[in-house]
């Protein structure tokens, strides 16, 4: 082909040239293993002081100060002028931060959320209306897996502003129970039932004790919010048990969980709306050939 016969292979396969690409794939491989090495170092260093989240930082920016750093000496060892690419990079970065300052944004955020530390890999936080395990703190993001195994992705900057619920920060928590009893129920008694169900119940804790309180007299029932302290881990073993173990309780005891009622009422000065129950008995099939009902034969 006339392509390759234009090529002047000569030089190309010059001592030369064969010597400086040797020198740029050893820059290539050498520089690259050492930031990948020290990325991985220092991470580990970070590890023992900080949180999950502070060595998966650490090593992504050095990988990226790693790759720029051996490009730049790859253009150098190529013969480029390296004061003519910072000035046109000095130009380029200026136009880039004002149409990246979100990006920037988000990256402060990451180095707050890295100091701050109030969530780490592998905690169930509350962002929003979304719950999950964080996966990943990376310098842009937070990656969370919530509980239908969804993949969402939220902004570093999102969560500096918003409220953020760290859900399994602490080894026990504690779970409330919203009850309403009938008003003719004894609340002492309905207290001892709800503790007795606590302490039955193997996956509640004894220390601290159960939390009841009576709430107020609502409109149908007499409100009372019980509460019990758990291990983090047993969320759905906790809630499921005790939902069942209270109602089986309740109906076995004779408590009544009322449904909504509502009453009419007009006042003391007027007498209750009479009531009145009238029973018709269902008509019975005419006989064939008969007339039909209310007319006199003929």
Known sequence: ??????????????????????????????????????????????GKRFSEQAPMIMRKEVSYAGWVAVLFLVLSELGYDLTVLLGAAGIAGIAIGFASQTSVSNVISGLFLLSEKPFAVGDTISVGDVTGVVLSVDLLSVKIRTFDNRYVRIPNESIIRTQVTNVTRF?????????????????????????????????????????????????????????????????????????RQIKERFDA????IPFPHRTLYAGAATDPFPVRIVETAPARPAAPGSPPSGDAPG
């Open 171 to 243: 080894p026990i928590r504690r779970m409330d129970f919203a009850i309403g009893v009938a008003y003719r129920e004894d609340v002492a008694r309905v207290e001892g039932l709800l503790r007795d169900v606590a302490r039955r119940n193997p996956d509640v804790l004894d220390e601290p004790e159960p939390f009841f309180m009576f709430k107020k007299f609502g409109d149908s029932a007499l409100e009372i919010v019980f509460g019990v302290w758990f291990v983090k881990t047993d969320y759905v073993a906790v809630w499921n048990s005790m939902m």
């Open 1 to 46: 082909m006339k392509w390759l016969e234009s090529i002047d292979w000569a030089r190309i396969l010059s001592r030369e040239n064969g010597v400086a690409a040797l020198r740029v794939a050893l820059i290539v491989v050498v520089g690259l293993a050492f930031f990948r090495v020290l990325g991985a170092l220092l991470g580990r260093l970070l």
């Open 253 to 256: 005891e004779g408590v009544e």
